[in-house]
């Protein structure tokens, strides 16, 4: 089979599973156990192994327990019991003040177990009972020693509630642990790269001192004409020049060793390199993937290194990873997104060629935060030849997820994408259910690049 035919072969089988879960069967249930298996009479669509609790969840469910409610079978029976049977009456007003809230239903109780359900919350529901038993207690009708089903909702609201604290505990100790220390790991750099970077870096000093002497002219200039505006005409124009290509002199005296050498390592590599950049693959091939934290990232690399859906913890160094795609090789580096290792961005930038950003199309709060990074790079004059494509992760969570027109939109890229032969691809994609994303970077490699960007 070819790398392809497994994706689509996974990807097809994931769809079937998650069918099969909407009417609780397994695929195990299908192939091994068919025999074993026997139709609910309660829904025709479910089939469950013999022996199992199927018919009595079921038919709770049906009664109006919801499932995400469902507590233990014996606890659901006494309040079915309670609520049905104690024969105590409430009218609508007595039950708006058990409830605390203005009640429209007309009849009086008891309540049957589906009306309770619809009409009440499951904490109104246990006031409801609260008040039904206390009621059968004065009347007599159970006696007082019962264990009743209070106790049980109590130990039920209890479940829930530490439930919730550990919910609220584990999303607190997430947040905090996002914006952990940045840490970068020293990257391993060549001949070539350390002179590029100081050949960059003296550049930039010059091209600094060259200015300041400039400016320094031009208000040394106005002055000096200011004040010899009558007296000294024809003499002081040949002194400010002399001044001026004094000062010049000054600074590139200073600097002309190290002028020379920069000048003397640009003009070799320039001359006798041009073939290995060209000719070298992994530099031709290099990807940058970038994003908010929280995007999806290194799920995305762990999809294309082990091809399954993996749990990462927030990317806290810059990592490197070399998938192939069709018999390109790529070297995909993923600096985190969070903002200290936004910083490093750029300086990784200039050493790929491709550059991916990943959009959580899902996160509604943060897609202006997204965009204004995503712009930053997309009006970087340095990169307007790089190609990028835009993953919009997480398009499974379907509530929230915009729409690929509402990104456009919303980005700002229209102007992009409606180039000629644009540079930039927007796909959308989620990498948990493994789809969307194989066309954007096909694309993403065949893009023609410029090495000296
Ligand atoms: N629903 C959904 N969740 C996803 C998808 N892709 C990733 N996630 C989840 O998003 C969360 C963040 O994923 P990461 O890959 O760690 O995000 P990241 O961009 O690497 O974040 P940093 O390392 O902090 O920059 C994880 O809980 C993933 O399981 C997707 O397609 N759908
Ligand atoms: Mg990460």
């Not at 089979?1 to 994931?14: H, N, V």
């Not at 609780?24 to 091994?32: A, M, N």
């Not at 439930?163 to 914006?179: G, I, T, W």
């Amino acid at each position: 089979m070819t790398d392809d035919e497994i994706i689509f072969y996974k990807r097809e089988k994931l769809k079937f599973n998650e069918l099969l879960s909407k009417f609780d069967w397994t695929e195990d249930c299908l192939l091994k156990e068919q025999k074993t298996l026997i139709q609910c009479p309660i829904d025709r669509g479910h089939r469950f192994p013999i022996g199992s609790k199927h018919v009595q969840h079921c038919q709770l469910v049906k009664e109006g327990f919801s499932k995400e409610y469902l507590k233990e079978l014996a606890e659901c029976e006494q309040e079915k019991q309670l609520l049905n049977q104690s024969g105590i009456l409430f009218t609508p007003s007595q039950l708006s003040d058990i409830v605390h809230r203005p009640i429209t239903i007309t009849n009086n109780l008891p309540l049957s177990i589906e009306q309770a359900t619809i009409l009440f919350s499951p904490g109104e529901r246990s006031l409801i009972a609260q008040a039904v038993h206390n009621e059968a207690l004065r009347l007599g009708i159970v006696p007082s020693t019962s264990h009743s089903i209070i106790d049980n909702q109590l130990v039920q609201s209890q479940k829930s509630n530490i439930s919730q604290q550990l919910n609220k505990l584990a999303e607190l100790r997430d947040q905090k642990r996002r914006p952990t220390k940045y840490v970068t790991r020293p990257t391993k750099k060549n001949f070539y790269d350390i002179a590029r970077e100081m050949i960059n870096t003296e550049m930039k000093f010059i091209e600094q001192v060259n200015h300041q002497i400039d400016s320094d002219q031009t208000k040394h200039d106005k002055d000096h004409s200011k004040e010899h505006k009558h007296k000294h005409k024809h003499r002081s124009s040949s002194k400010k020049t002399r001044r001026s290509s004094h000062t010049k002199e000054k600074y590139y005296y200073s600097n002309s060793n190290m002028w020379s050498v920069i000048t003397w390592i640009r003009d070799f590599i320039a001359e006798y390199t041009w073939f290995w950049w060209s000719s070298n693959d992994s530099k031709s091939n290099t990807v940058l993937l970038v994003g908010l934290d929280d995007a999806g990232k290194t799920t995305l690399t762990g999809r294309l290194t082990q091809n399954r859906l993996i749990q990462a913890p927030p990317t806290s160094q810059p990592s490197k990873h070399e998938i192939k795609i069709g018999s390109t090789l790529l070297a995909i580096t993923d600096v985190g997104g969070h903002k200290q290792a936004r910083r490093l961005w750029r300086d990784y930038m200039f050493s790929s060629t491709r550059l991916i950003f990943m959009i959580d199309a899902s996160n509604r709060q943060r897609l202006p935060e997204a965009r204004s990074e995503l712009l930053n790079i997309l009006d970087d004059d340095d990169l307007k030849f790089v190609p990028l494509l835009i993953l919009a992760n997480k398009i499974d969570i379907i509530d929230t997820a915009y729409s690929e027109n509402e990104l456009r939109y919303l980005l700002q890229i229209e102007k992009y994408l409606n180039e000629e032969n644009p540079r930039i691809k927007l796909c959308m994609c989620s990498i948990k259910r493994n789809e969307g994303f194989t066309d954007g970077l096909r694309w993403l490699v065949k893009q023609p690049i410029k090495l000296d960007n």
